[in-house]
């Protein structure tokens, strides 16, 4: 019984994106008001509680913020250098089959996604990637049309498992240092090889998606028409 509220409040949060009433970031504002009144009901919304959850918030926020400023500025050299667009070019002129290239973008974002945050990659280079794929043979091997929604919707669902495996992988990992902020006596060392299965569950989902590309896009499709 301990266990509904936490199942409410998800159920609300997600129930009321899913249903329009709310976007995600409304969303977040609703499961927090929602747990600070199962606190209030359960008596547990001391003065001790309100500040240590301050306190603690106060400091994973500036830790994330850190290096979100650290990726501000390492964002601009890439775009003024043009290393993403000179890698995209590099990818069209070796002509590669579409298991190859989707493969190498994938990779390719992965690895920016460790010292990048999400938004800087979206805006430097997925204006980049995504023309590429467009244009190659990938939609044809996803029986998906280049000129499509389709196609957007699925790379989107991509995107956000890439982006969130990036976050998680090693050396910087954003999410990793967020639980080491969190959690202080747990060694890196520990919390690298706890996120090692839920990597691994994301390669799997990665390349589900893959193999079968509308499993990526029958919840959009539900929630458009």
Not at 63 to 76: D, E, H, N, Q, T
Not at 147 to 160: A, H
Request: proline share 6%.
């Amino acid at each position: 019984m301990r266990g509904m509220s936490i199942i409410f409040i998800i159920v609300v949060s997600i129930g009321g994106i899913y249903g329009g009433v709310f976007t995600p970031v409304e969303a977040a504002a609703v499961g927090a008001v929602l747990a600070v009144i199962f606190a209030i009901l359960r008596r547990r919304f001391t003065r001790m509680v309100v500040r240590t959850v301050l306190l603690s918030t106060v400091s994973t926020t500036v830790m994330i913020y850190s290096i979100i400023i650290g990726a501000a500025v390492l964002s601009p050299f890439l775009a003024l250098t043009q290393i993403p667009a000179d890698l995209a070019l590099s990818l069209t002129r070796l002509e590669l089959g579409p298991i190859t290239l989707l493969f190498i973008v994938l990779l390719a974002f992965i690895a920016l996604g460790t010292f990048l945050d999400g938004f800087a990659m979206m805006v430097l280079i997925l204006p980049i990637v995504l023309p590429i794929i467009e244009h190659s043979q990938v939609p044809t091997f996803l029986d998906l049309r280049p000129d499509s929604s389709d196609l957007r919707l699925w790379f989107g669902v991509v995107m956000v498992i890439i982006l969130e495996m990036a976050l998680i992988s090693p050396p910087v990992g954003m999410n990793v240092f967020v639980v080491k902020g969190v959690a202080r006596d747990i060694p890196m060392r520990e919390i690298y090889i706890g996120i090692l299965p839920f990597w691994a569950a994301m390669i799997i989902c990665l390349s589900v998606l893959v193999a079968f590309p509308q499993l990526a896009l029958f919840l959009p499709n539900t929630m458009l028409e």
